[in-house]
């Protein structure tokens, strides 16, 4: 079952207290929530054998958890079973690009949030069919509901981690140019350049199936 988002924000800790640019971090849970809504990748950071290891994976929020999709075969999914796994979760936007007339105070407009914590495997049946449920529909809403759910073999081969968030932050920059008084009369180019995605039509399968219409929950996405 999900887990109800409590109101209060997140509590800090050495952890999630940046040691710079401290006027851009937060611990608002509506803002962390949303943040982490926005996107569809992470980045799982762990140490295996030793080593610091940081791996790209699909993610999805389930109120005050994060589901984490991988293969059985990963090696961070092996290693969460019995104990869990102590891992560094993050997740990026970045919204412009700030140029600056020195080239020191060039920037990026960004949204991010970092998670730490000890991820478990999930092996309830149960739970981990919601949890690919909430995968699917994280990137596309009402598709888990418009497609075949896994099947006995599918669900065999396929791994999740849950991470309960509690020890979270997020950073943000945002905003204009900061330059130095006496730049400010040079003559170069100073502004913000947008970065952003956008959802494109969608492009039907070439596979021989049936031709079935766009469904709504697409279409209606296009441009977003």
């Given at each position: 079952?999900p887990t109800t988002p409590p109101a209060d924000p997140?509590?800090?800790?050495?952890?999630?207290?940046?040691?710079?640019?401290?006027?851009?971090?937060?611990?608002?849970?509506?803002?962390?929530?949303?943040?982490?809504?926005?996107?569809?990748?992470?980045?799982?950071?762990?140490?295996?054998?030793?080593?610091?290891?940081?791996?790209?994976?699909?993610?999805?929020?389930?109120?005050?958890?994060l589901y984490l999709h991988g293969s059985t075969g990963?090696?961070?999914?092996?290693?969460?079973?019995?104990?869990?796994?102590?891992?560094?979760?993050?997740?990026?936007?970045?919204?412009?690009?700030?140029?600056?007339?020195?080239?020191?105070?060039?920037?990026?407009?960004?949204?991010?949030?970092?998670?730490?914590?000890?991820?478990?495997?999930?092996?309830?049946?149960?739970?981990?069919?919601?949890?690919?449920?909430?995968?699917?529909?994280?990137?596309?809403?009402?598709?888990?509901?418009?497609?075949?759910?896994?099947?006995?073999?599918?669900?065999?081969?396929?791994?999740?981690?849950?991470?309960?968030?509690?020890?979270?932050?997020?950073?943000?920059?945002?905003?204009?140019?900061?330059?130095?008084?006496?730049?400010?009369?040079?003559?170069?180019?100073?502004?913000?350049?947008?970065?952003?995605?956008?959802?494109?039509?969608?492009?039907?399968?070439?596979?021989?199936?049936?031709?079935?219409?766009?469904?709504?929950?697409?279409?209606?996405?296009?441009?977003?």
């Open positions: 079952m997140y509590p800090p800790t050495p952890r999630t207290t940046p040691t710079r640019a401290r006027e851009r971090v937060a611990y608002d849970r509506e803002l962390v929530h949303a943040i982490l809504d926005a996107g569809y990748v992470c980045h799982l950071g762990f140490v295996r054998d030793g080593a610091p290891a940081v791996l790209p994976t699909l993610y999805a929020r389930d109120g005050e958890r990963s090696p961070p999914l092996r290693d969460a079973g019995g104990a869990g796994l102590p891992v560094c979760v993050t997740v990026t936007h970045v919204d412009g690009l700030v140029l600056a007339r020195s080239a020191f105070h060039h920037s990026v407009n960004y949204r991010s949030v970092v998670a730490h914590g000890t991820a478990r495997r999930v092996t309830d049946e149960a739970e981990r069919r919601r949890a690919l449920e909430v995968l699917v529909d994280a990137a596309v809403p009402g598709r888990a509901a418009d497609c075949r759910p896994p099947n006995a073999r599918e669900l065999a081969a396929t791994a999740v981690l849950a991470l309960d968030l509690a020890e979270v932050s997020a950073k943000v920059r945002a905003g204009g140019v900061n330059e130095e008084p006496e730049d400010l009369s040079l003559p170069h180019w100073a502004g913000v350049v947008p970065v952003g995605s956008v959802i494109g039509e969608p492009v039907p399968a070439d596979d021989g199936g049936p031709r079935v219409p766009v469904p709504r929950y697409l279409t209606a996405r296009q441009g977003a």
